[in-house]
């Protein structure tokens, strides 16, 4: 072979070795770059399908298990005022007690406490004192949307004894809640939890549920809350399972007259994916034992609960308190001793105060409230120990862990504005181990309370044990307390923001001294017209006029309590109101028609050049009897429309997220709004002016009748 074809073969294949080598190269190049682009969408689905599983039950903290119980009514003060050192600081020097933190409540000054017999009268009616109860049972106060705002007397908490009554100034201690005690010293207490509504239970566990109120108060459905705005749809909806769990007569599908308060839930009760998830206590005690909670289980003292031979485990006075903290507190066990322990946090808390003193005026956040405060306790390997959480927190706070730990949106405008429960929670340290409470055995001489047993469907039952003593609180410390690395932060007095027009301090005063002045010009003007004479025994009478109509003024003006936020908000009107409008114009009609005749027997006649004979159209101007008696009734009937047709008279302004809260009459605002001084006040304006009339009256009649004797004497 010769040199140049030498040449030209190797130059061939250094040329075609170079051109593979480049398109190796590409080739590798344009691989990695696919390879890269690949992986940027795995990446991409990865986190995508991450991100779409924090809305599918992925949660945030390391809890996967909430357990919500909520017990009924009592106030922060009545269980908690006097902890840690209980009555007359019996325990102060205990070295367990010494060191504990200390929540804002009554502590040693509770005897101190005096509340007024009438709020603003206290210098002329006297006062009453906070006492502490040495019982498990107490008695029932007031209860409601007008007590309790007469209770809370816009900030100054002074009206207690006049609209829950005297029963509510009373006070427990661990002699009757031991183990309440134990958790707040081993877990977390919060002292600035409230109600969201200031009212009784319903609106209250339907804002824990929904995020909102639709009722002022315990009554309906309807109105009812659409399924789709409670936390079980949500739930539902992103995949996060949940159970409700109440004292049932079945395991499954309980009868309706028992499920309070979710017949509250517009088609919750006909929908057996959601009335699936409605079961018997006993299942939730097999279910934490054996470790197959769901995510959220909500876990409610009702159903048969004080019937049938069931104990009233609620604590709603006057059921046994004792007994009712032993229920909660096999339910917590069972919690601790199961599988789920180290996931889990236990939120226990109360309903509403049920009209029991607190001395914390409760922030106006919206026309319903916040109500008053109740305990919470949180109870978790992950909860602080002796931590008093000062945070502003309510029922919605729970809501609001919940939607935040599984990556939820809020839930509504009050979930979302809600103070946070996360400052309970130590989630860097290491879980803790369960602190197993439980009755202790009957000791000789120790006061105790009957055992209640809770029996079930299956045959099961549930022994509650209650024993009182001393020794239950306090137990050690899980922790020592110069290990920890947090303190429980100050108490401040949460501030309103709600605008309301308060009624003045001196109000109540001015009054009762109207009310007096009042009643005496009216017992003396008897006596005083037969020695002065009728003008003078006027006289007296219109200054007794003036004062209680004064005196009512204020007192429609300055209401006793706000008027709850119910539309409709616009003027409405009623058939009643319909009718009379109907009567009133053929009354008016028929007075005015004798005129309207005459006038157009004038105009007509003026046409035609003639002149009318007279007729007695203005002196018929009162009409016939019928037609006087057609015009009374239309007014009567009319002006019963008008109080009793919601929003007629007055609209009511409302706040409220849900257009569905039921119709307030101006008659039902009305009678809420008169204190007892208001309406003797009204009582005296009516006497005062129903009396000048008639002497008035008399006394026309008198010096005719003389005149006309006199004159006939005379001839």
């Known amino acids: 072979m010769s040199a140049p074809r030498v040449r030209a073969q190797v130059c061939t294949v250094v040329f075609k070795g170079t051109l593979l080598s480049r398109y190796s190269i590409r080739t590798i190049a344009l691989k990695r770059l696919l390879g890269l682009i690949a992986l940027a969408l795995v990446s991409v689905t990865l986190l995508g399908s991450y991100a779409q599983g924090k809305t599918q039950g992925v949660p945030l903290t390391p809890i996967k298990h909430v357990v919500f119980i909520m017990k009924e009514n009592q106030s922060f003060d009545d269980y908690f005022g006097v902890y840690p050192y209980g009555p007359d600081d019996a325990l102060r020097d205990n070295p367990t007690v010494r060191g504990l933190s200390v929540p804002y409540g009554i502590q040693g000054n509770a005897s101190e406490i005096a509340v007024p017999n009438y709020p603003g009268l206290g210098w002329l009616l006297g006062y009453s004192h906070l006492r502490y109860l040495n019982s498990s049972t107490q008695a029932n106060p007031g209860e409601g949307w007008v007590a309790y705002r007469g209770d809370w007397d816009w900030g100054r908490m002074d009206g207690f004894v006049t609209y829950s009554g005297p029963q509510s100034l009373v006070y427990v201690s661990y002699e009757q809640i031991p183990f309440y005690w134990d958790y707040a010293e081993e877990y977390v207490l919060c002292d600035n939890y409230y109600a969201p509504v200031m009212s009784e239970t319903l609106p209250n566990r339907l804002a824990s549920l929904a995020g909102f109120a639709p009722v002022s108060n315990d009554y309906g459905p309807p109105p009812y809350v659409p399924l789709n705005d409670t936390i079980f749809y949500q739930l539902t909806e992103h995949g996060v399972s949940w159970g409700y769990f109440e004292l049932f007569s079945t395991t499954r599908d309980p009868p309706s007259s028992e499920i309070y308060p979710l017949n509250s839930i517009s088609g919750f009760a006909s929908d057996t994916a959601y009335m699936d998830r409605v079961e018997n206590i006993s299942v939730f005690l097999s279910e934490a034992r054996d470790g197959s909670l769901p995510a959220v289980s909500f876990v409610m003292p009702f159903g048969l609960a004080g019937e049938d031979g069931v104990p009233d485990v609620s604590e709603h006075p006057p059921a046994n308190i004792t007994l009712g903290q032993d229920w909660t507190v096999n ?13 889990s946090a236990i939120f226990i808390t109360w309903d509403e105060w049920g009209g029991f003193y607190d001395g914390v005026p409760p922030p106006q956040l919206n026309a319903f409230g916040y109500g008053g405060r109740v305990p919470m306790l949180v109870i978790s390997p992950y909860a602080k120990e002796d931590y008093v959480d000062s945070a502003l927190l309510n029922h919605d706070s729970v809501l609001n862990f ?44 120790t006061p105790g309370v ?10 099961s039952s549930l022994v509650l044990n209650s024993r009182l ?11 020592p307390l110069n290990q920890l690395n947090y303190t429980s932060p100050p108490f401040e007095l949460p501030a309103s923001t709600y605008e309301f027009e308060a009624s003045p301090v001196w109000l109540p005063s001015f009054q009762f001294l109207a009310v007096v002045i009042s009643s005496a010009l009216l017992l003396s003007a008897p006596a005083v017209g037969r020695n002065k004479g009728k003008r003078v025994k006027l006289s007296v009478i219109g200054s007794a006029l003036i004062f209680s109509s004064v005196s ?3 007192g429609l003006v300055f209401t006793a309590v706000p008027v709850p936020p119910a539309p409709p908000s616009q003027l409405t009107f009623s058939l009643l109101t319909g009718a009379g409008l109907l009567l009133t114009f053929v009354g008016v009609l028929g007075l005015a028609w004798p005129v309207l005749a005459d006038r157009l027997k004038k105009m007509a006649n003026s046409g035609s050049g003639t002149v009318p004979a007279e007729s007695g159209g203005a002196r018929s101007l009162w009409g016939s009897k019928a037609t006087e008696f057609v015009l009374c009734g239309g007014v ?6 008008l109080l009793l047709t919601p929003g007629m008279v007055f609209p009511v302004a409302t706040y409220t997220p849900k257009p569905i809260a039921p119709p307030q009459t101006f008659l039902g605002d009305l009678l809420q709004a008169l204190t007892p001084l208001t309406g003797l006040s ?28 006199a004159s006939g004497g005379r001839g």
């Open 450 to 459: 009957r055992e209640g047993t809770l029996f079930f469907e299956n045959g």
């Open 552 to 554: 009512s003024a204020l």
């Open 636 to 641: 009567l009937v009319l002006m019963a429309g």
């Open 682 to 709: 009204s009582v005296l304006v009516v006497s005062s002016f129903s009396l000048m009339v008639f002497t008035w009256v008399r006394g026309s009649e008198g010096g005719t009748s003389r005149r006309a004797r």
């Open 402 to 445: 919940i939607d935040y730990n599984w990556g939820l949106p809020y839930l509504g405008p009050w979930v979302a504005s809600s103070g946070s429960l996360l400052s309970a929670f130590d989630f860097a340290q290491k879980p803790r181990p369960p602190i197993v409470l439980g009755p202790t055995p009957g000791v000789a001489g």
């Open 331 to 343: 339910l917590v066990d069972a919690v601790m001793e199961g599988p789920d322990w180290n996931s």
């Open 469 to 479: 003593t001393s020794q239950q609180y306090p137990i050690p410390l899980q922790i």
